[in-house]
């Protein structure tokens, strides 16, 4: 089953049937309020997600990876710049390490430049459960913090 992922000025809106909405100057502030019923909650004066509804996200002390989301346990790279695991679904990457192309049985593409996701395809052919939208929304959120970190750095 194929599910797409739709961008509206540059913001990710939906997934599937999954909409991801944002504050209403979406304009000056890019970070997603909502994923469906789920309400996104921020570390203080921050970026840094700490709550998905009432899915509590920790992280370590010195680290921009979770260590846990809700029940589920993350593992990350050995210098702890790729999350490798997000619960029970391991996390695949394309060569270069910065773009995700599958997360557990989810297979990730990306439009022509490879800079934009937009459609996964699930294997079993189910719609995408509750647990499956959020690591993916998690993982597709880490991914563009990522990315527009290294394009500040670039500047």
């Not at 990730?108 to 699930?122: K, N, T």
Request: proline share 4%.
């Amino acid at each position: 089953m194929d599910v797409e992922l739709t961008y509206k000025k540059g913001l990710l809106r939906s997934i599937g049937d999954v909409e991801v909405s944002y504050g209403r100057r979406e304009w000056l502030d890019s970070t997603p309020r909502a994923l469906g019923s789920w309400t996104l909650e921020y570390q203080r004066f921050s970026t840094t997600l700490r709550a998905v509804g009432d899915i509590e996200i920790t992280y370590s002390r010195w680290s921009v990876l979770p260590r846990t989301v809700g029940q589920w346990s993350c593992e990350g790279s050995r210098f702890g710049n790729r999350l490798l695991r997000l619960g029970p679904y391991d996390l695949e990457y394309d060569r270069g390490g910065s773009r995700v192309r599958a997360i557990g049985p989810l297979r990730v593409f990306y439009d022509r430049l490879g800079s934009r996701p937009i459609r996964v395809q699930h294997d079993n052919g189910q719609p995408l459960s509750d647990g499956l939208v959020l690591a993916l929304f998690l993982v597709l959120f880490r991914q563009k913090q990522s990315w527009d970190a290294d394009q500040r750095a670039r500047r």
